[in-house]
């Protein structure tokens, strides 16, 4: 039924799919005549809301999709069919990119949430544009560091709690010059293949840089030289070294970082690069390097923070920390495992300025508890969070002994406050402190401040609940903290009056969508129709969390780690909990992206965001989290009938 | 001469185009999968809407195979009319007399249309209009009228409004819009720009993957199924 279409005489090229790709990131980086070309081959689908488009490990990946019109969105499902929300895509936006370079099926699924309209490029044509066109493969390559993803990705499937987020870390902090590991090894352009191969045997290494009469390098032979050009056409041995090598060599400055050496690799499509120092080849690296460096498991930040032997190198170190947080945002990383990344950071500078103060002040009286509350003990802190801090230790068994601990922990409390500020931690404005002599006491104290709140709740208690009822201990004898989360659990699981207290402050916040389903924004001021998604969206939600917690005796503070065990004690359906996470993991996400950009505007990260400049996907998105909202609202009223 | 036989005389006289054109669907099978047949979206530029005086300035048409919109399989051409170009035409598509001043007259690129057009079903918007003067011109110059079924895609927005409401009285319901450009806004479909042939038969076309899919709600897959929904029942009172 098919017969040559004599009638191109004419057609012409379609100049809406020109228009869209000029458009179109990174499509703008491609000149005319290929964007013509492209035009010629793009075909457009339909999909309508619901299909879905990828099936993870199932489906062969074969066309890049570059959404025209409409969304989709990203997740993962485990082995026991639970489903993780990765990242919605909407106009401009691609899927299938990863799978494509990696040659493998789909690594997620996709499913579309409006009915939606994808030009689909074969993904022949999508590698031959990444391999001859290296802004247009940097856009791909940025957006993705292979390996993290699959790392990340694995990790997701295992559920596993704690980051392992190495592989960029690596990527982007390490130069190459720290790769070195000798002298690099050469020989003259006159050597005979036969002694270069043994040569590189007797080093166990895999290429030798090649010299001239002057000593200057001048090419490289490799592993692959030697098979293709030397045993697979015949060529003798005896042959000169400089018949065959490549030349000339491809070099990077040593302090250029990994990430850059791979992307040299990957665009050239080679395995070595030497290294150059002020204009001297100081070695070769391979991508096996790099390779092996991101399998490493400790953080290269960490261990920089652990091994600081000097407060005053902690001030910036700690600074690094929202760099790792940047990186993290754009390799596509989940909310809580940037937050459980920046904690674990925190928590390893707050263990090593702490260690280094008991090395100058001397050891402390008596064991102390450094207790973190807020956002630091839930581990949900984003970029610089004001400090939320106390600090418990052993009751004194005598006078003396009360006295010296007053004294030590009160310049011990002073001290740390001062350097954590110098660290970047902005003070806290309600002095919920270890500086404070009211949050510098002994246990028995301490016991009695919670005693206080639970059993006699007033306003103000259930205020500080917010704050102290999220503690966890940070640093020192854990023990401690551990003892009094266990008292307090025994005591408000019976203490229904202050549970009540707790419940009608959750009930409080109207979930931020007004009757016809707008956003509630701010009525005036300087954040005037902007959303505050802090207290409008996520705060009713770790307000459930612990709620629920302290009703059900659940020690954890994480807010997702609570959810997750109200889920697995049967206290919550799954299908809230999995509408809870996604709607929880959403707005986190979204107040990174608003935080990240005010950082790099040279603002103070704030939490007012502006509709307005919200997608309309991001919009349907948001607005249908703030629903979830009202639904946790209405199981509060069911496990607390009396409000 | 028995009648037959004029017909077959009359048959044997149309051009070899023509002929083509007919045979492909002399043996017609609807019972395939709507992916594998070839469409041919299109839609013309008028200078009015009286087939008896009025004629074509423009024709563009792109094809739909495996429902996806081949974007580079189009054809799209400028036709010289015979009489003036009115005004007010000129008003709605902005094709001035300059424009088409040195185009083709529409029998010389008539042959290269309907050789476009053969294997595929035809896919327009109010299809019948932009036929009725296909179809005249052909037989003027061709010998003969296209034989490729037609599928009206205001129809079948029709048949999803219907299904869209369920609700019988709001046939009577005046103000909806069954114009090209109101429906894609209405859809949220990618939109183009209007009154530009070529445009206009990709608009059509983003139409027709849209409502190939929603009607039914997502039931459709064979060319049957498309055309049972089209027939919908409600017609029958």
């Known amino acids: 039924m098919r017969q040559q279409d004599k009638s191109d005489v004419h057609s012409v090229t379609p100049e809406v799919v020109i228009e869209f790709l000029k458009k179109t990131l990174p499509f703008n980086e491609l000149d005319d005549k290929t964007l013509q070309e492209l035009a010629l081959e793009l075909k457009l689908d339909f999909f309508p809301k619901g299909t879905v488009i990828f099936r993870q490990d199932e489906t062969e990946v074969e066309y890049l999709y570059i959404i025209q019109k409409g969304g989709v969105k990203i997740y993962l499902k485990d082995e026991e069919g639970m489903v993780t929300l990765k990242d919605f895509r909407g106009e401009g936006s691609y899927i299938g990119a990863l799978p494509i370079i990696q040659k493998t099926r789909a690594n997620l699924n996709v499913e579309t949430v409006e009915d939606t309209f994808c030009f689909l490029l074969k993904k022949e044509t999508f590698l031959n544009l990444i391999q001859s066109n290296s802004r247009f493969a940097q856009y791909y390559l940025k957006s993705f560091s292979e390996k993290f993803l699959r790392t990340a990705y694995a990790e997701l499937r295992q559920h596993r709690v704690a980051p392992k987020t190495e592989g960029t870390l690596y990527l982007f902090s390490v130069q190459v010059g720290d790769l070195v590991k000798s002298d690099p090894k050469t020989v003259p352009t006159s050597a005979t293949l036969q002694s270069a191969a043994a040569k590189m045997a007797k080093y166990h290494i895999g290429s030798l ?67 150059e120092r002020q204009n001297k080849i100081i070695g070769v690296i391979t991508s096996h390097d790099i390779m092996v460096l991101q399998g490493s498991s400790p953080l290269y930040l960490f261990r920089e923070i652990v091994s600081q032997r000097k407060i005053e190198g902690l001030y910036s170190l700690s600074q690094k920390v929202p760099l790792v947080v940047r990186t993290l945002i754009e390799e596509g990383a989940k909310p809580n495992n940037i937050t459980r990344m920046i904690t674990i950071l925190n928590d390893h500078i707050l263990d090593r300025l702490l260690t280094l103060m008991q090395e100058h002040l001397g050891t402390p009286p008596v064991p102390f508890c450094w207790l973190l509350m807020g956002s630091e003990g839930r581990k949900e802190q984003t970029f610089r969070t004001d400090q939320d801090n106390a600090l418990m230790y052993r009751n004194p068994e005598t006078e003396a002994e009360k006295r010296a601990a007053e004294e030590y922990f009160s310049a011990f409390g002073q001290e740390a406050i001062e350097h954590l500020v110098k660290c970047g931690y902005p003070r806290c404005p309600g002095d919920i402190m270890a500086s404070n002599p009211k949050w510098c006491q002994p246990y028995s104290v301490w016991q009695n401040y919670f005693d206080d709140w639970v059993l006699r709740p007033e306003p103000k208690q259930v205020l500080h609940a917010t704050i102290f009822f999220d503690f966890r201990p940070g640093y020192g004898k854990l023990d401690m903290g551990y003892d009094l989360r266990e008292h307090l659990n025994r005591m408000t699981q019976r203490q229904e009056i202050f549970l009540l207290h707790l419940a009608k402050d959750c009930l409080e916040s109207r979930p931020p969508l007004s009757f016809f389903k707008n956003f509630i924004v701010e009525k005036d001021g300087e954040h005037k129709n902007r959303l505050d998604i802090k207290t409008r969206g996520l705060v009713p939600f770790v307000d459930f969390a612990r709620l629920m917690s302290l009703k059900y005796g659940i020690k954890e503070t994480n807010t997702l780690g609570r959810l997750e065990l109200l889920y697995q004690n049967e206290h919550i359906s799954r299908e809230l909990y999995v509408e809870t996470v996604e709607a929880y993991e959403f707005q986190m996400q979204l107040r990174f992206v608003h935080q990240l950009e005010m950082m790099e505007a040279g603002k103070q990260p704030d939490n007012y965001i502006n509709p307005r400049e919200l997608s309309d996907l991001e919009k349907q998105t948001l607005k249908e989290a703030f629903v979830v909202i009202s639904r946790l609202q209405s199981i509060i009223k069911d496990v607390f009938p009396m409000i | 001469m028995p009648l037959i036989d004029k017909i077959t005389s009359l048959w044997r006289k149309s051009h070899p185009v023509i002929q083509e054109n007919h045979a492909y669907f002399r043996e017609f099978d609807q019972a395939r999968k709507l992916e594998e047949y070839d469409f041919v979206v299109f839609d013309t530029e008028l200078t009015g809407l009286n087939s008896k005086k009025d004629e074509i300035v423009s024709i563009g048409a792109v094809k739909v195979k495996g429902l996806q919109i081949h974007m580079s399989q189009n054809f799209y051409v400028f036709v010289k009319p015979r009489g003036e170009l009115p005004k ?150």
């Open chain 1, 209 to 275: 840089l090649v010299t001239d009469e002057k000593g200057d390098v001048v090419g490289i032979v490799t592993d692959k030289d030697l098979r293709t050009k030397v045993v697979a056409q015949g060529r003798s041995i005896t042959e000169p070294v400089g018949s065959i090598m490549v030349s000339p060599v491809e070099k990077i400055g040593s302090h250029k970082v990994c990430f850059d050496a791979l992307l040299m690799m990957m665009s050239k499509k080679i395995h070595h690069l030497a290294v």
């Open chain 2, 88 to 237: 007010d035409s000129t008003l709605i598509h902005r094709i001035t007399p300059e424009q088409i001043e040195n185009a083709p007259p529409l029998e010389s690129v008539l042959k290269d249309f309907v050789r476009f057009c053969n294997g595929g079903l035809i896919v327009g918007h109010y299809i019948d209009l932009d036929m009725g003067f296909i179809n005249k011109a052909t037989r003027a110059e061709l010998g003969g009228i296209m034989a490729n079924p037609c599928i009206d895609t205001l129809r079948l927005a029709q048949v999803y409004r219907e299904e869209q409401w369920g609700n019988y009285y709001d046939q009577f319901n005046y103000n909806i819009s069954f114009n090209l450009g109101d429906l894609a806004r209405e859809y949220n479909l990618p939109l183009m720009k209007e009154h530009d042939a070529l445009q206009d038969a990709i608009q059509t076309a983003y139409l027709f993957l849209f409502l190939v899919r929603k009607l039914k709600k997502g039931g459709i897959t064979t060319l049957k199924d498309l055309y049972m929904a089209g027939r919908s029942w409600r017609w029958l009172f």
